[in-house]
């Protein structure tokens, strides 16, 4: 189907996906707009006054073949054209965003830490990375937990944070490259943010923006041997000295008995 697309309209898809169908046409859009109603008029009208044994629905099945016809042959008197926004070299911004929480020091089996993991593909000896955006875009790194802040490089990285905070990382790297004309985020973590609806607007306010967001994850997904505590619920107020019942979910992998 992709091709049959191409043949007809160019481009794949994801090219019109990406821009926007736009007319320039010099006639004003008042002139087409009454050409194309005053065309499927007259079809209309046409073969509404036909008789014979042509019967109704006959009569509007040819009108329509005739209207759509005349739409196609109008459709080029407004000049459609596919714009699309592109970057323009070393004139654009990309934020490059890397978890800096103490998770990132997981080891995952003969891969070593994934922090180290990390310093390893943006260091200076295989910044293969970064220099392949650097070609193109202004880079600027940046690093979070529960707050995002400039960096120099991947040596300034600690990972000691006591928490991955996505949202508010986006937000604040979004404010803090408001001034500066921003192609995209890219956010390199191993962790998931817990506050579902701080990350929902932060995503929404972004695409508001026309700001994708690219997200490289760090480490496994499964571990052979894992143990989980996925839920815990207390009341919200006790008395004191009295019993409370508290409900904790855990989830173990690996573990037998």
Do not use: C, H
Not at 8 to 22: D, N, R
Not at 134 to 145: A, I, N
Not at 211 to 220: A, D, I, K, N, S
Not at 232 to 250: A, F, H, K, Q, Y
Request: charged share 25%; aromatic share 8%.
């Amino acid at each position: 189907m992709t091709g049959i697309w191409e043949f007809f309209f160019k481009y794949p898809p994801l090219v019109f996906e990406k821009g926007k169908l736009i007319y320039a046409s010099p006639l004003p859009g008042w002139v087409l707009f009454l050409t194309t109603a005053a065309v499927v008029v007259i079809a209309a009208w046409t073969y509404s006054r036909a008789r014979g044994k042509t019967r109704p629905r006959d009569r509007a099945v040819l009108a329509a073949l005739r209207t759509a016809t005349f739409i196609v042959l109008l459709f080029p008197l407004f000049r459609p054209a596919l714009q699309i926004a592109t970057a323009i070299e070393q004139e654009n911004y990309v934020g490059v965003l890397i978890d800096d929480s103490r998770s990132m020091q997981i080891a995952d089996g003969s891969d070593g830490p994934r922090g180290a993991q990390v310093r390893s593909a943006l260091g200076e000896e295989t910044d293969a990375l970064l220099k392949k955006l650097g070609e193109k875009y202004q880079v600027r790194l940046m690093r979070f937990s529960g707050a995002a802040e400039e960096i120099g490089g991947a040596g300034d990285l600690t990972f000691t944070g006591g928490q991955s905070r996505l949202g508010r990382a986006m937000d604040q790297a979004r404010s803090q490259l408001s001034g500066v004309p921003l192609a995209g985020l890219v956010v390199i973590t191993d962790g998931a943010d817990q506050a579902e609806a701080e990350l929902n607007n932060s995503l929404l306010g972004l695409r508001a923006n026309s700001v994708p967001v690219f997200t490289v994850g760090v480490g496994r997904e499964e571990f052979d041997r894992d143990i989980e505590v996925r839920r815990v619920s207390t009341p919200r107020e006790v008395l004191e000295g009295s019993s409370v019942m508290v409900d904790v979910v855990v989830a173990q992998t690996g573990f037998r008995g």
